[in-house]
């Protein structure tokens, strides 16, 4: 149930959902002197470490050639695996974002160095857009609420003081628990599970995934799904139960 577009994903709201297909698409600058940052919060099992792991893709899709399109089959990297983005390319060279740095917050303390000196020193290698999907450099920030104060407190300087061509993406589910300046800084997308605006395109993704829920009715399947509350591990874990 991975995604391969921005449709693939479940927003809270249409709002949400229009900010980040107007990144992706250009028609929105990111990041600017202003923003540099993404910040997905609020529900566990919503997709937030996925969508952070897909954009990147994009933005490095605004960067290339018509040529550089055309001959790649474009994707994102899940657990070890490549997840295609551009199906018609299906077939030929994959390529993902170059310069891609994935840490989750809740383990940085026991790293061998210090989040910053990590940080410094992956930048550094930045490749200035030498080959296809190198035109940024892209740092995921995993459960971001899990740094203490001071380290919220200097991430905050860090993310405003870093060349343009650096851009964050961070998660949490506990939004009150982020320096109130670093969602300043950032754009912040809601994704708080099941809701009366989404519940048909879950149940559209479910009958498109798993075809033996053809024999209950929408009806049934939204009152299994306010159960889950839009947690895919646990749609995931249930589903197979129906």
Known sequence: MLPTNINDVIFSSNGDKLLLSSIINGSIAFPSDAIKAMLLYVRYGTGKTTLALMIP???EMLSASEQELLEYDWCYS??????????????KDQITPQSLLYLNCGEINKATAGMFDILNSFIKRYLGNICPASSKV????????????????????????TPSYVVFYMTT??????????????????????????????????????????KYTNEQ??????ST?????DIEKGVFRL
């Not at 559209?204 to 075809?211: A, G, N, Q, S």
């Not at 399947?221 to 306010?226: D, F, I």
């Open 173 to 214: 589910n506990n939004i009150q628990q982020v320096n109130k300046g670093l969602q300043s800084r950032s754009h912040l997308v809601l994704m708080d599970g099941l809701n009366a605006n989404n519940k048909e395109l879950y149940i559209k993704i479910l009958r498109k995934e798993f075809k033996h829920l053809k």
């Open 229 to 233: 509350e839009g947690d895919w591990r």
């Open 57 to 59: 893709t994009f933005l």
């Open 78 to 91: 899940y657990i070890g695996r490549n997840i295609s983005v551009t199906p018609d390319n299906n077939g």
């Open 221 to 226: 399947l939204e009152k299994w799904l306010v």
């Open 138 to 161: 892209h740092i995921i920030l995993d459960e971001i609420d899990c740094l203490d104060k001071h380290q919220q407190d200097k991430l905050k300087g860090f993310v405003t003081s």
